[in-house]
């Protein structure tokens, strides 16, 4: 058991700058407290002792605000960075690895709005190895998310995510492929990439076409002022300028 909480410490030391020791880790970070909980009240939940299990992770709850159904399958070496406000849902798994910030919900979705709270249906989500979830993001249901994906900070995810993938937005959509698993950490789930709201190439943005349009309102209405001067009638009414701001 002593090899394993120092591989849980080392493993957030390789991933926080600021963790300085095993020491420091072991006696200060909430992440660290919340995973030895859990593991705890797992242990208690899947032998039927579930009000026990409920007590020990609400315990952890109000000592880290991290939040972990006992429940939820925790695999080796998992980091909550900052931890305040995370929720991890009964039913999720997360595999070896896996870094969540603050503020992050593995949220539960039923399959059905009819099925009810049905015991064992599966409803939350699926975290392969090297997951990233940044701080804020909503990963809910009972989708998956393959191996060393990346969920940008404030996304919010309710379908399957590529393995290598970089997801960010509302509703989350991919902006980048890895064509090989990436051999850096990287935080937040943030790395160089495009606007997945932004037109594709070659494709002008809606600002862009606002102010096209603007411009050949004004040079309708000049060429209409001119037609009315050649014909001797009034000219046209002035139309009011269009707001593109």
Not at 67 to 95: C, L, N, Y
Not at 186 to 199: F, T, W
Request: with cysteine; net charge neutral.
């Amino acid at each position: 058991m002593w090899a394993e909480l120092r591989e849980d410490a080392r493993g957030i030391i390789a991933r926080d700058p600021a963790a300085r020791s095993v020491l420091e880790v072991m006696l200060l970070y909430p992440s660290f407290h919340a995973v030895l909980l859990h593991r705890l009240a797992h242990a208690l939940w899947i032998r039927d002792w579930r009000f026990l299990g409920r007590a020990v992770s609400q315990t952890a709850r109000w000592l880290t605000g991290i939040e972990i159904h006992p429940g939820a399958r925790i695999g080796r070496r998992f980091f909550v960075d900052h931890g305040m406000g995370v929720v991890i849902g009964e039913t999720a798994e997360i595999g070896d690895d896996v870094t969540l910030y603050h503020g992050v919900t593995l949220g539960g979705i039923l399959p059905s709005v009819n099925s009810g709270a049905q015991i064992g249906v599966k409803r939350h989500p699926t975290l392969e190895d090297g997951v990233i979830v940044g701080s804020g993001a909503q990963v809910l249901g009972a989708i998956h998310v393959g191996r060393a994906a990346r969920i940008g900070a404030n996304s919010v995810v309710t379908r399957d995510v590529d393995p290598g993938a970089t997801m960010v937005g509302i509703p989350a959509k991919a902006v980048r492929r890895a064509v090989r698993e990436a051999t850096t950490f990287c935080a937040y789930g943030v790395r160089e990439m495009s606007d997945p709201n932004a037109p594709p190439a070659g494709v002008p943005s809606a600002e862009a076409m606002a102010r096209r349009i603007e411009e050949l309102e004004q040079h309708l209405l000049a060429l209409e002022a001119r037609l009315a001067d050649a014909e001797g009638r009034p000219g046209a009414v002035a139309r009011e300028p269009v707001d593109v701001a």
